[in-house]
């Protein structure tokens, strides 16, 4: 990531925090092309109408030049960071489901509260 090396370092460096203004850009990035209009005829572009038919949230993929590390060399200044690791996947985990948006209801009062859940890879705090 060439464009602005401060960034790069604060997205390897804190990426639960850093990957969630991505996504955020992202989505916003496509709300503007979905709200674009041909203005001679007042329909939506065929990029707007490609998004529509998808309308998942975005995925950021990410493409890094870093010297991979060993495994033998992780040790705990890497929890948390993106790290390069050289290998083949021969095994991976479940997928795991991540909630959008909770929506909590106060026992004593039945109130309903709707969270979003923006965090990555963090869990959501509840209050």
């Not at 065929?46 to 998808?54: F, G, H, L, N, S």
Request: aromatic share 4%; net charge positive.
């Amino acid at each position: 990531m060439a464009f602005d090396d401060d960034l790069t370092k604060f997205l390897l460096q804190y990426p639960a925090q850093a990957l969630p203004w991505f996504e955020k850009g992202a989505a916003l990035a496509i709300e503007e092309i979905d709200s674009r209009k041909d203005a001679e005829n007042d329909t939506i572009t065929p990029v707007a109408q490609r998004i529509q038919m998808q309308r998942k949230s975005p995925q950021i993929l990410l493409n890094h030049n870093a010297v991979p590390i060993s495994i033998r060399e992780l040790n705990s200044t890497h929890v948390g960071r993106l790290v390069a690791v050289p290998g083949i996947v021969i095994s991976a985990g479940r997928k795991q489901a991540k909630a959008a948006e909770l929506m909590i209801r106060c026992k004593g009062c039945g109130h309903n509260l709707t969270i979003p859940s923006n965090t990555g890879f963090l869990s959501t705090s509840l209050p």
